[in-house]
Each structure stands twice: as C-alpha cells, then as structure tokens.
C-alpha cells in the first residue's frame, strides 16, 4: 500500500463515494472519506484529492456550481497549486470545470469550459461506454502508468455530461493536450455514435496544464470488476467467485493513481500559446 | 408579438437560498435572492391570449399549488435582474416544426427562449445596483463558457 493518503470529499449530495473508496482501496491506495463539515486542517494534510459522482448541493445553479466554492474546495485548490493530484469523477469533474481547476488554460482559475447538458434531448443519460486515453500517457501523472491509447470501461451516468466552451478555447484544449479521454467504441475507435452525450471533441476527461487535475465524466469505479463487465470477460469469469470479484477494466485509472503516488511522475508543463482566451 | 411567461415558486426556494447564502459567504452582500423561469416566446397576435391559457395546463412547468405564473411587462430583464440561458442551446425555432415545452405543442409559437431568472435585492423593494448584479453572475450565476448573461 502506497504511504501516500488519498482523502475522498464528500459534498451534501455526492452518493459514489463508497465504490470510489472500495476501487481506491483495491488499488492499494490508503484512503479515507472526508465529509465537507470536516476540519479543513485535516483536509489540508492529504496527499491526493477524490471528487466523486453525485448532485453536490442538489447541483442548485448549474452542476457543481456551488460545490465549487465550497470550504473544503480551498484545501483542493491549494493542493493542486502545490502538484497535488486530484481526481474528479462525472459531479466530482463538473466540480472541477465549474473551480476552474481544469483546463485551466493560461493558468486562470475562472471557468472556461462546463459540462452542460446532454445533447440533443437534454435529457439524464445512464449507458455502458468506454474511453480512450487521447494523450502521452505521460502528460497527465495519473495515467502516466498506463499503456498508450488505453481503453477503460465506464459507465456514462449524467445528465450534464457535455463539453461547451468558446471556440477558441475548445481549440486550444484540442491543441495543448487537455483532452486526456475521449468516448470510442470497445475497439477504441473515436465515433461519434460513441459520445453520449454530445460532447464537444468527443471528449470525456479535461486535464489540467501540469497534468496533476483530472476531470473525467464517466465512472470507471462502476466498471471496476470483472463481474461489471459487459463482454466476453465475465462470461468467462461465470462459475468462479474469485474470477468475478477480480479487479479489472475501470481498475486501471485508480492504479494509475496509486502508481502517481506511489512514484511521483515529473510531468512537463503544457505547452502555453499567447493571445489565447 | 413577444409573450414573456414567468413562473416562480410560491413555496421557499432551496436554490434561490442556497445560492444566496453562497454569494454572501464570497463577499456579496445581498438582502434576497429570488429565481424564476421564463419563456420568451414569439407569438402569434391572435394566439397570445391561448398561450397563457397552455403553460397554466403544463402540470410539469407549472403547479398551481406550488408556483405564480404570470405574463410580464417586459420582455427585457428589470433592474437588479440577470437572465440565463444557454449559449448552446439556442433558441427553439418553429421553422419547419412545431416549438414544444413539456411535450405539448404551443399553437401559433414561432420562437421560444427559456431563460433562469435571478433577481437581485439588496434591501426590501431596492434592487441591486448593476456592479453587484455583474459580481454575482460573475462568481455563481452563469458560467461563461457555455452560458449568457442578459442584464438590464
């Protein structure tokens, strides 16, 4: 188990935090859950930050809005200037597009993209999906420990799940390297049949310009073993307990963070453009 | 002609007063906060007086026992107001189709915005002045890059 301490922030309203603690702990990391009425001093002293799924604060104003400027978010922001990882999942990465944490372009801590609703209905989705990893595995030390162009199972589980920025912004995320996942088939082919939402580029994860903030929409905790599955590999689990109960697919993006933890990755700064919005 | 619906809760407004206390802990000193949904809709002349008549039959819109709705003045947002609304939703043009809220077609509609509106007091019966109005929208009320702000 990795020294390193992974806090996971609970908000009035956030419901995934049992299976994101369960997938951190299958990944050997050492985590705890923090509460948002929690001492912010003890907050302060984790080494890493989970955000994970739900409607924090009823998601009132717009997703994550208010979330944002909640007290435990200060700890948050402070730990990813100082290259704390963070990690937020569906509610937990509106919460971090809304804190402008992610993509953080020109280092501004205003948002400049949102997840906004569904296209073309608006409507609350819940589906089966997979993502790609779109970026130098080593640009985002979360994912600086998987195979290139990795492909993990999710499941898509929102109802405000669609990139939107200005233009230019969303060109210039394409061009820095900001969008760590995009949706693809289970062979890892990009589609737009794949994207459930609509989402702008395709996308699904925003890092941020270090590469320490990751904000991914669908939940790789809810594909997280083998008996979550939807292929050929529970099929082939069916009859053993131990097969079943096996860590796989979502899995990886929680190793991923351990292995970050566990041996800190140097990653490069994102490369920065003038004139930008 | 333009029809502005408005419908509001009757009932406290959790949103309205957890974003108010969350614009006061940022600095923004507010006495109320209030939210309500409008539908800016191009009518039809002869079908204005059916379209109020339709949105009070729109049970998922507007609950009598819970909601006011009422047809306001303007169409523009009112002093101490903000509006907001999707940059990339956009407008639900008729063109070709019919505009539907809630499932039901609205007769005679030709156009119709749906916009949150969020109206700003600083003391009872005075409205806030315009740089606290843009303070709060810019802190909370809209996020920028994939909403508009319409103010007075």
Redesign the interface.
């Known amino acids: 188990m990795s020294a390193a301490r992974v806090g996971i922030l609970i908000f009035p309203g956030t419901n995934s935090e049992d299976e994101t603690l369960r997938a951190c702990r299958a990944a050997g990391l050492d985590t705890a859950l923090v509460h948002w009425n929690a001492d912010i001093e003890s907050v302060r002293a984790f080494d890493a930050y989970v955000l994970p799924g739900g409607f924090a604060?009823?998601d009132?104003?717009?997703a994550g809005?208010?979330a944002a400027?909640d007290r435990l978010m200060s700890a948050v922001r402070d730990g990813a200037e100082d290259g704390k990882l963070v990690l937020g999942i569906c509610n937990g990465a509106q919460i971090l597009l809304?804190s402008g944490l992610a993509p953080q372009l020109d280092g501004t801590t205003r948002?400049?993209?949102?997840f906004?609703?569904n296209a073309p209905l608006?409507k609350f989705r819940s589906t089966h999906v997979h993502v790609k990893l779109a970026i130098e595995p080593e640009r985002c030390a979360i994912t600086a420990g998987l195979p290139p162009g990795v492909v993990i199972p999710c499941w898509a589980s929102h109802a405000e799940g669609?990139l939107?920025?200005?233009p230019d912004?969303l060109a210039r995320m394409e061009r820095e390297g900001r969008i760590a996942f995009v949706y693809c088939d289970a062979r890892g082919e990009p589609s737009s049949e794949a994207v459930p939402n609509g989402s702008a580029l395709g996308a699904a994860g925003i890092v941020n310009g270090r590469g320490n903030v990751l904000a991914i929409m669908p939940h790789p905790e809810r594909d997280a073993w083998t008996f979550m599955h939807h292929d050929a590999a529970r099929e082939r689990a069916r009859g053993s307990a131990s097969a079943m109960l096996e860590p796989s697919g979502g899995i990886a993006l929680f190793q991923g963070l351990a292995a970050a933890l566990a041996a800190p990755v140097r990653v490069p700064a994102a490369k920065r453009e003038e004139g930008g919005r | 002609m333009i029809r502005c619906i408005e419908v509001s809760l009757a009932i406290p407004d959790n949103e309205a007063r957890t974003a108010l206390d969350t614009l006061r802990r940022l600095g923004i000193t507010l006495s109320a906060l209030d939210r309500s949904d409008l539908y800016r809709c191009e009518v039809d002349d002869e079908d204005a007086e059916r379209l109020v008549a339709t949105f009070s039959g729109l049970e998922t819109v507007y609950n009598p026992n819970k909601h006011m709705l009422r047809v306001r003045e303007s169409a523009r947002p009112g002093a101490g107001e903000v509006w907001i609304d999707e940059i990339t939703a956009g407008r639900a043009d008729a063109a070709g189709g019919f505009v539907r809220v809630a499932g039901r077609t609205l007769g005679g509609v030709r156009s119709l915005e749906r916009f949150t509106a969020w109206r700003l007091s600083v003391a009872p019966g005075r409205p806030a002045a315009d740089d606290v109005v843009t303070a709060a929208t810019e802190t909370l009320l809209c996020n920028g890059a994939f909403q508009k702000a319409l103010r007075a």
């Not at chain 1, 948002?111 to 949102?114: D, S, V």
């Open positions: 604060y009823e009132r104003v717009r809005a208010i400027h809304e948002p400049q993209a949102g906004a609703r608006g669609r939107a920025a200005h912004v």
